[in-house]
Antibody, heavy 123, light 110 residues
Framework: EVRLVESGGGLVKPGGSLRLSCAASGFTFSPYSMNWVRQAPGKGLEWVSSISGSSRDISYTDSVKGRFTISRENAKNSLYLQVNSLRAEDTAVYYC????????????????WGPGTTVTVSS | QSALTQPASVSGSPGQSITISCTGTNGDVGGYNYVSWYQQHPGKAPKLIIYDVTNRPSGVSNRFSGSKSGNTASLTISGLQAEDEADYHCASYTSSSTRVFGGGTKLTVL
């Protein structure tokens, strides 16, 4: 079964840090681009960051640049998001999601999602 | 990186068809055929239902269809069923090599 499972969320004070992890199973992890997407309480989805299979291509939404760092360890089938200098507006469920691929072609669409991990930033 | 524009809510009766719009710019929706749509039930993770504007992943009902005209993409659900009641989110690749989502649309089946 193709599966993604996030961990590492929690309650943190403003200015604090966390390291979110996403464990992949049931598929060959290394070729796939991966994403972090977040959803604040009662709000829509917000794309946070993407990383290519080789880690060569990395991108971030403007509001997290300089504070968040995406990385991956293909040997461990794992995706990470280091979140620093946290603000109240970073409070959200954080999902990891895989970009779709088929017949050697990669798509800008997320076809596998984890259940999410909750980050709450509050004093 | 402004969010794509979706209506906050739409509604329809069982058996009817509804359409949800998703408006962006030449730098995202209008510039690429990389619009995707996601269905999200309360408390659940999103599910991909349309990719590359018009394509359905295997296992997604053919009652779901996508289209695009200029800077606006649309999701149409025909033959509405009770289980279609959910939030729907559009997304697009952008000219900055990033992604952007819409604000989400709540579909109510009356």
């Amino acid at each position: 079964e193709v599966r993604l499972v996030e961990s590492g969320g929690g309650l943190v004070k403003p200015g604090g840090s966390l390291r979110l992890s996403c464990a992949a199973s049931g598929f060959t992890f290394s070729p796939y681009s991966m994403n972090w997407v977040r959803q604040a309480p009662g709000k829509g989805l917000e794309w946070v960051s993407s990383i290519s299979g080789s880690s060569r291509d990395i991108s971030y939404t403007d509001s997290v640049k300089g504070r968040f760092t995406i990385s991956r360890e293909n040997a461990k089938n794992s995706l990470y998001l280091q979140v620093n200098s946290l603000r109240a507006e970073d409070t959200a469920v954080y999902y990891c999601a895989r970009d779709r691929a088929s017949a050697g072609r990669y798509f800008y669409a997320m076809d596998v999602w984890g259940p999410g991990t909750t980050v709450t930033v509050s004093s | 990186q402004s969010a794509l524009t979706q209506p906050a809510s739409v509604s329809g009766s069982p058996g009817q068809s509804i359409t949800i719009s998703c408006t962006g710019t030449n730098g995202d929706v209008g510039g690429y055929n990389y619009v995707s749509w996601y269905q999200q039930h309360p408390g659940k993770a999103p599910k991909l239902i349309i990719y590359d504007v018009t394509n359905r992943p295997s296992g997604v009902s053919n009652r779901f269809s996508g289209s695009k005209s200029g800077n606006t993409a649309s999701l149409t659900i025909s033959g509405l069923q009770a289980e279609d009641e959910a939030d729907y989110h559009c997304a697009s690749y952008t000219s900055s090599s990033t992604r952007v989502f819409g604000g989400g649309t709540k579909l109510t089946v009356l």
